[in-house]
């Protein structure tokens, strides 16, 4: 059985930044990300959150892991479905009530090949790219926006420290590292609206990778199969 830890801070700090305003401070930093909730290009949605500077990054290509935890690199081989099994029940919190639905963990993707590691399938698609298959960070640190609400959160989990005394220590001074950050930049002004992109006006060629008889016939397949 797998012993989870205590809760994570949580503080409603009073600001009147706006996401895009907090992802400025941000956007600099290893790893930094914005997450939306919104449908809607020309407005924020409920939520937003912003976080950088994972204390776990972890990539893999088949069966080579790579990760980077507190400056220490590991390359190791296995299922990165089981690694990643493995990080979750490490780092574990207990239940506890939040007011947004996010409070850290992982933010990255998972790609289509990783579908070897559950089925045999075969596989014909060109590596043009040399993406990774799974990439991710591990927040410890999570900056939130209720937006129709109007109201601000940090969460601090204080991960990689895992006993309980250190991990307190260490959210409380990461979440105070923020705020205090967040409290010295000046609003925008532009709390709940995002600014449409122009259209590009470049040039771009699109070739395909197969003929349209050949596609048709590809998606036909797919669909009976």
């Known amino acids: 059985m797998v012993r989870a830890l205590g809760c994570p801070i949580i503080e409603e700090i009073d600001t009147e930044l706006a996401p895009l305003d907090a992802f400025e401070l941000l956007r600099n930093k290893p790893f930094s990300f914005f997450l939306d909730s919104g449908m809607d290009p020309h407005k924020l949605g409920r939520y937003s959150f912003i976080g950088s500077e994972p204390f776990l990054v972890l990539k893999t290509r088949g069966s080579n892991i790579n990760s980077i935890q507190t400056g ?6 296995g299922n990165p479905f089981d690694t990643l ?9 207990d239940s506890s009530d939040s007011p947004v639905p996010f409070i850290g963990g992982a933010v990255g993707y998972f790609s289509y090949d990783l ?69 010295n930049t000046p609003s925008s002004g532009t709390r709940a609206t995002l600014t449409p992109l122009s259209p ?6 699109l070739k395909g990778g197969f003929a349209h008889k050949e596609y048709v016939n590809a998606v036909d397949k797919a669909r009976k199969y």
């Open 72 to 77: 220490v690199r590991k390359r190791f081989r």
């Open 85 to 93: 099994d493995d990080i979750f029940a490490t780092y574990r919190l």
């Open 115 to 183: 579908c070897h590691f559950i089925e045999r399938l075969p596989g014909t698609a060109v590596d043009d790219l040399k993406l990774p298959e799974c990439y991710f960070g591990f927040y410890d640190l999570v900056v939130a926006f209720d937006n129709p609400q109007g109201r601000v959160y940090i969460i601090a989990t204080g991960f990689p420290e895992l006993r309980e005394t250190e991990r307190i220590e260490r959210a409380a001074k990461r979440l105070n590292e923020v705020k205090d950050k967040l409290a």
């Open 200 to 205: 590009s006006t470049e040039q771009v060629t």
